[in-house]
């Protein structure tokens, strides 16, 4: 039997991506690199607080062979508070200025679910945006990816981040997932949007044996034919399961990437680039 490794695919799918005249080959998965601009998160160790942390920690993922860099200026952590648009446009907009001025060539992914958000945030020269609500919070976010061409990242979530750990109870989580994704997915047609790539939401209205059973069976979701982001990085399923903290999760982060890429994860969104690039580098040369 031939042995598949992370350029392999059993499924037919949508191999690449075209991002502001930029292409991303999936048959490589890419790695994101998450740039968080909240001083609200969950994990203290992915917080940027100031211009010069921010310059850091872009090159120093850069250099670790980051392909998308993901800013986000509203927390989604469990329980999060909400900030104003103004408030996430004054975080994430003179951060993705200064990553362009001193990056010109980097890929940025906007994390919002708000179109004043992502509009102004493509207008700077994002070129993904990264909604964690499937438009559920702000219906006009479509319409702006399809205006700017933008690729869409959809994800899968009941309730807001401040309700959504009380919205875990499903009679078949996989076949209403299912369903959410087509008739969202049929939606960003509609509206004119290209390229949509699905994230299952590890954490999103999900208990911890949730994730686990998601991520497990990540291949049955690969019938929709559209590239699967997996954001699983220093999350609770990996350390309430292992009694540590966020900041001891990287072991269990890198373990449960390597699943996600046998399963047949497109995208890594990642605190730690250099790690998850070196998955990547090592299931790609596994059968060679």
Request: charge should be negative; include cysteine.
């Amino acid at each position: 039997m031939q042995k598949l490794g992370v350029e392999d695919t059993i499924f037919r799918r949508k191999t690449s991506i075209s991002v502001r005249g930029k292409v991303l080959d999936f048959r490589i998965p890419k790695v994101m690199g998450i740039v968080n601009v909240t001083p609200d998160s969950f994990y203290s160790g992915s917080t940027v607080n100031s211009q010069n942390t921010l310059s850091e920690r872009v090159k120093d993922m850069l250099l670790s062979g980051a392909d998308i860099l993901d800013v986000g200026g509203y927390s989604s952590r469990p329980g999060a508070d909400d900030i104003s648009v103004q408030e996430e446009i004054d975080r994430v907009c003179p951060a993705i200025e200064q990553i362009l001025r001193d990056h010109p060539e980097a890929i940025i992914s906007v994390d919002t679910f708000r179109s004043e958000v992502a509009d102004r945030a493509l207008q700077l020269g994002a070129g993904i945006i990264n909604d964690i609500s499937g438009f559920q919070q702000d219906p006009d976010l479509p319409a702006v990816a399809a205006n700017y061409n933008a690729p869409y990242i959809l994800m899968h979530m009941r309730g807001t981040p401040k309700t959504m750990q009380s919205l875990t109870e499903y009679e078949n989580l996989f076949t209403e997932m299912a369903g959410y994704f087509s008739s969202k997915m049929e939606t960003l047609r509609l509206a004119g949007v290209k390229d949509v790539i699905l994230d299952p939401g590890f954490g999103f209205a999900k208990t911890l044996e949730d994730n686990h059973r998601l991520l497990q069976n990540l291949d049955y979701f690969q019938f929709l034919e559209a590239p699967i982001l997996v954001g699983i990085s220093r999350k609770s399923m990996i350390y309430k399961k292992l009694g540590i903290t966020p900041e001891s999760s990287l072991n269990g982060t890198t373990a449960l990437n390597t699943i996600g890429l046998l399963k047949g994860a497109s995208i890594l969104r990642v605190h730690d680039v250099k790690e998850a690039k070196e998955v990547v580098e090592l299931l790609k040369k596994h059968d060679e």
